[in-house]
Protein backbone atom coordinates (compact mmCIF):
# COMPACT_ATOMS: atom_id res chain seq x y z
CA UNK A 1 0.00 0.00 0.00
CA UNK A 2 2.41 2.36 1.01
CA UNK A 3 4.68 2.02 -2.17
CA UNK A 4 1.16 2.98 -4.25
CA UNK A 5 0.74 5.75 -2.12
CA UNK A 6 4.07 6.96 -2.44
CA UNK A 7 3.89 7.07 -6.52
CA UNK A 8 0.45 8.77 -5.89
CA UNK A 9 1.76 10.96 -4.46
CA UNK A 10 4.57 11.63 -6.37
CA UNK A 11 2.45 11.92 -9.96
CA UNK A 12 0.41 14.57 -8.35
CA UNK A 13 3.53 16.54 -7.59
CA UNK A 14 4.62 16.09 -11.13
CA UNK A 15 1.68 17.51 -12.41
CA UNK A 16 1.22 20.10 -9.70
CA UNK A 17 4.83 21.81 -11.02
CA UNK A 18 3.85 20.95 -14.70
CA UNK A 19 3.43 24.20 -16.78
CA UNK A 20 0.31 24.48 -19.20
CA UNK A 21 0.99 25.47 -22.46
CA UNK A 22 -2.67 26.92 -22.86
CA UNK A 23 -4.97 28.56 -20.22
CA UNK A 24 -8.26 28.30 -19.57
CA UNK A 25 -9.11 31.49 -21.33
CA UNK A 26 -6.66 30.42 -24.13
CA UNK A 27 -6.64 28.29 -27.58
CA UNK A 28 -4.28 26.90 -29.53
CA UNK A 29 -3.80 28.02 -32.97
CA UNK A 30 -0.27 26.17 -33.65
CA UNK A 31 1.30 24.12 -32.29
CA UNK A 32 4.07 20.92 -32.59
CA UNK A 33 6.66 18.42 -30.93
CA UNK A 34 10.51 18.96 -31.70
CA UNK A 35 12.27 15.70 -32.55
CA UNK A 36 14.45 16.20 -29.05
CA UNK A 37 10.98 16.39 -27.07
CA UNK A 38 10.64 19.92 -26.78
CA UNK A 39 7.16 21.55 -27.32
CA UNK A 40 5.85 24.69 -29.40
CA UNK A 41 2.62 26.27 -28.60
CA UNK A 42 1.39 29.59 -30.37
CA UNK A 43 -1.98 30.13 -28.58
CA UNK A 44 -4.02 33.09 -28.47
CA UNK A 45 -7.04 34.32 -26.02
CA UNK A 46 -10.43 33.28 -27.07
CA UNK A 47 -11.35 36.72 -27.61
CA UNK A 48 -7.87 37.47 -29.32
CA UNK A 49 -7.02 40.36 -27.23
CA UNK A 50 -3.64 39.04 -27.27
CA UNK A 51 -0.87 36.12 -28.87
CA UNK A 52 1.65 34.24 -27.20
CA UNK A 53 4.58 32.07 -27.76
CA UNK A 54 5.88 28.84 -25.65
CA UNK A 55 8.24 26.66 -25.72
CA UNK A 56 10.03 23.65 -23.60
CA UNK A 57 9.84 20.55 -22.43
CA UNK A 58 5.98 19.00 -21.03
CA UNK A 59 7.55 19.78 -17.47
CA UNK A 60 8.41 23.37 -18.10
CA UNK A 61 7.89 26.00 -20.57
CA UNK A 62 11.42 27.48 -21.21
CA UNK A 63 10.66 30.80 -23.54
CA UNK A 64 7.01 32.54 -23.38
CA UNK A 65 7.53 35.95 -25.74
CA UNK A 66 6.15 38.12 -25.16
CA UNK A 67 5.97 38.57 -21.22
CA UNK A 68 3.43 41.01 -21.54
CA UNK A 69 0.70 40.62 -23.24
CA UNK A 70 -0.61 44.07 -23.74
CA UNK A 71 -0.25 44.62 -27.11
CA UNK A 72 1.23 41.41 -28.24
CA UNK A 73 0.10 41.58 -31.20
CA UNK A 74 1.99 44.26 -32.52
CA UNK A 75 5.21 42.06 -32.08
CA UNK A 76 4.76 39.78 -33.73
CA UNK A 77 5.05 39.83 -37.75
CA UNK A 78 3.71 37.11 -40.61
CA UNK A 79 4.36 36.95 -44.18
CA UNK A 80 3.56 33.85 -46.45
CA UNK A 81 3.70 32.83 -50.57
CA UNK A 82 1.47 30.05 -51.99
CA UNK A 83 1.88 29.21 -55.24
CA UNK A 84 -1.05 26.92 -56.61
CA UNK A 85 -1.36 24.24 -59.26
CA UNK A 86 -0.26 21.01 -57.65
CA UNK A 87 2.66 19.19 -58.82
CA UNK A 88 2.28 20.24 -62.07
CA UNK A 89 3.02 23.90 -60.92
CA UNK A 90 5.93 22.76 -58.25
CA UNK A 91 2.64 24.08 -55.97
CA UNK A 92 4.03 25.45 -52.39
CA UNK A 93 2.73 26.79 -49.19
CA UNK A 94 4.62 28.92 -47.10
CA UNK A 95 3.89 30.77 -43.83
CA UNK A 96 6.04 32.53 -41.18
CA UNK A 97 5.30 34.18 -38.09
CA UNK A 98 8.10 36.31 -36.66
CA UNK A 99 9.28 37.84 -33.91
CA UNK A 100 12.57 39.60 -32.30
CA UNK A 101 14.10 39.14 -29.03
CA UNK A 102 17.08 40.13 -27.23
CA UNK A 103 19.13 40.25 -30.52
CA UNK A 104 17.44 36.44 -32.09
CA UNK A 105 14.69 36.76 -34.84
CA UNK A 106 12.34 33.67 -34.07
CA UNK A 107 10.88 32.32 -37.54
CA UNK A 108 8.07 29.71 -37.12
CA UNK A 109 7.37 27.88 -39.57
CA UNK A 110 4.86 26.02 -41.77
CA UNK A 111 6.07 24.75 -45.19
CA UNK A 112 4.77 22.87 -47.61
CA UNK A 113 6.06 21.33 -51.32
CA UNK A 114 3.79 20.01 -53.66
CA UNK A 115 7.09 18.30 -55.90
CA UNK A 116 7.25 15.58 -53.46
CA UNK A 117 4.08 16.21 -51.33
CA UNK A 118 5.71 16.84 -48.17
CA UNK A 119 5.58 19.34 -45.33
CA UNK A 120 7.58 21.03 -42.75
CA UNK A 121 7.20 22.70 -39.46
CA UNK A 122 10.01 23.92 -37.01
CA UNK A 123 11.57 27.31 -35.41
CA UNK A 124 14.51 29.44 -37.23
CA UNK A 125 16.22 31.45 -34.55
CA UNK A 126 18.80 33.64 -36.28
CA UNK A 127 21.43 35.86 -34.29
CA UNK A 128 21.62 39.11 -35.63
CA UNK A 129 24.59 39.70 -34.27
CA UNK A 130 26.70 37.16 -36.66
CA UNK A 131 24.07 35.81 -38.44
CA UNK A 132 24.68 32.55 -36.68
CA UNK A 133 21.59 30.10 -37.53
CA UNK A 134 19.96 27.17 -35.17
CA UNK A 135 16.76 25.32 -36.30
CA UNK A 136 14.77 22.97 -34.50
CA UNK A 137 12.69 20.78 -36.64
CA UNK A 138 9.04 19.69 -35.84
CA UNK A 139 7.69 16.25 -35.68
CA UNK A 140 5.20 17.09 -38.39
CA UNK A 141 3.01 14.36 -37.59
CA UNK A 142 2.53 16.13 -34.03
CA UNK A 143 1.65 19.32 -35.75
CA UNK A 144 -1.94 20.76 -34.74
CA UNK A 145 -3.71 24.44 -36.11
CA UNK A 146 -2.01 26.30 -38.78
CA UNK A 147 -0.27 29.70 -39.14
CA UNK A 148 -2.30 30.44 -42.47
CA UNK A 149 -5.25 31.78 -40.85
CA UNK A 150 -2.74 34.71 -40.15
CA UNK A 151 -3.05 36.03 -43.56
CA UNK A 152 -6.89 37.06 -43.09
CA UNK A 153 -6.28 38.42 -39.35
CA UNK A 154 -5.78 41.88 -39.11
CA UNK A 155 -4.37 41.94 -35.83
CA UNK A 156 -0.96 41.01 -37.03
CA UNK A 157 1.13 43.26 -39.43
CA UNK A 158 2.08 41.67 -42.82
CA UNK A 159 5.74 41.75 -44.25
CA UNK A 160 7.02 41.19 -47.58
CA UNK A 161 9.65 38.64 -48.28
CA UNK A 162 10.32 35.04 -47.52
CA UNK A 163 12.84 34.13 -44.62
CA UNK A 164 15.98 32.75 -45.74
Known sequence: MKPILFLVCIFQMST???????????????SFDTHKGKRLVIANDTIQDYLVYRFGTKEK???EYPNDLEKSWSRFKFTSYFRGGGIQNDGIDLNYLLFINEGYQY???SEYYASDNS???GIKIINQRNQKTTVIHGDITTNKGTLVDFRSNDKIEKTDGIPE
Open 16 to 30: LFAQEYLLKNEKEVF
Open 61 to 63: IEF
Open 107 to 109: IVF
Open 119 to 121: QRC
